[in-house]
């Protein structure tokens, strides 16, 4: 199992950056796809962006891509969302999820994903 702690949400304003941090415990943390989720007030959960288990394969959202990158560092057990030019529709609660890969392709469905942070906040003023 694997555990996961979001950080690094907070107010901004359009045009601005921000990145979020997504700590895991485990020593198997290599053995994970991770993924960031967003919900914002009243709509559904979407994935934006994943990243595989080694880093050698990512996905992109439409509505993020060319302005988020993901990546992460499997020696410190953390996974990065560098979010550029945010936008006041980018806001929402920020979720990481982890999905246990031993092969197959990068996990990229919701339902896919097992393991769940509590969420970060951010928040984009015009």
């Known amino acids: 199992q694997v555990q996961l702690v979001e950080s690094g949400g907070g107010l901004v304003q359009a045009g601005g950056s921000l990145r979020l941090s997504c700590a895991a415990s485990?020593?198997?943390?290599?053995?994970?796809?991770v993924a960031w989720f967003r919900q914002a007030p009243g709509k559904e959960r979407e994935l934006i962006t994943a990243?595989?288990?080694?880093?050698?394969?990512?996905y992109y959202a439409d509505s993020v891509k060319g302005r988020f990158t993901i990546s992460r560092d499997n020696a410190k057990n953390t996974v990065y969302l560098q979010m550029n030019s945010l936008k006041p529709e980018d806001t929402a609660v920020y979720y990481c999820?982890?999905?246990?890969?031993?092969?197959?392709?990068?996990?990229?469905?919701?339902?896919?994903?097992?393991?769940w942070g509590q969420g970060t906040q951010v928040s984009v003023s015009s």
């Open positions: 485990g020593r198997t943390f290599s053995l994970y796809d």
């Open positions: 990243i595989a288990r080694g880093g050698d394969s990512t």
């Open positions: 999820a982890a999905a246990f890969r031993l092969m197959g392709r990068l996990r990229v469905e919701i339902n896919e994903y097992d393991y």
